[in-house]
């Protein structure tokens, strides 16, 4: 897990919850974009053998990163349960730092068209 959300972990639920979902979680840090995190999570699960997993993001960026895990994982997955993490959003308008959310809804506005016009011109 990345460290400011083991830090936030321990903050509201406490070192042992810590403990067990540090134990718990795959971090997949590699990635420079959704969809490559998608294919670089799935050969992670894959060599670990696992079938059933949770996908925790933020809830601005959950449903297209569920819809490019989906389409990543094919059949693999039994099943992809959306976890979404409310702090990313919270966290940016809390500390005034609405330059940069703008820009990052910009950014997931532009990327969910990305991913439709794909759709739409059948790749």
Known sequence: MAKWSLKWVEENW??????????????????????????????????????????????????????????QAGAHLHLLHPLPFPGLLRDYWQRRRFLRLGKMLLR????????LGKRMAGR
């Open 14 to 71: 406490g070192a042992e919850i810590r403990e067990r979902l540090a134990a718990l979680l795959v971090l997949e840090e590699t990635s420079r974009n959704t969809a490559a995190a998608a294919k670089n999570t799935l050969a992670l699960l894959q060599k670990l053998g696992l079938k059933r997993v949770g996908l925790v993001t933020d809830h601005l960026h959950m449903r297209r990163a569920h819809y490019l895990f989906r389409r």
């Open 108 to 115: 997931e506005g532009g990327a969910w068209l990305k991913v």
